[in-house]
């Protein structure tokens, strides 16, 4: 049983843009088409399309999932490939929380600096934004 872009879309809840993005950047086989030109997809790719969609979820780039997918799909992928690129991908997401530590620090002392009166033009907050720093 085949899938038009509009079933596939709904029993994934995404739009049909996003199916077609997927195609465009590979993470979807491109669809065979009725001889009216409708999109039918298999139903196997409601399972990839959720996984894309879950891989999303845990921070995977596009390129990334790509990548997964393409160790899911090799026979003589092992589970160290798969998890290698899971650690890749929590170290990233603990520079990230690193960064955004760094910049509530920063932003809660600019705030902590500005008591709301006067121009913005010299504001504490404006004034530190425009600052030249060496790095």
Request: net charge neutral.
């Amino acid at each position: 049983m085949a899938l038009t872009s509009g079933q596939l879309a709904k029993k994934c809840d995404v739009g049909v843009e996003t199916l077609r993005f997927y195609e465009r950047e590979g993470l979807l086989d491109k669809p065979a088409r009725t001889g009216s030109n409708y999109r039918q997809y298999p139903v196997e790719a409601v399972e990839r399309v959720q996984f894309i969609r879950r891989a999303q979820l845990l921070g995977f780039q596009l390129k990334d999932i790509k990548e997964l997918l393409a160790l899911r799909d090799d026979p003589d992928a092992g589970s160290g490939d798969v998890r290698e690129k899971a650690v890749a991908k929590l170290a990233d997401i603990d520079q990230r929380i690193k960064d955004l530590e760094a910049m509530k620090t920063e932003l809660t002392r600019l705030v902590a600096a500005c008591d709301g009166s006067g121009p913005a033009a010299e504001c504490p907050i404006i004034t530190a934004i425009c600052e030249v720093r060496p790095g």
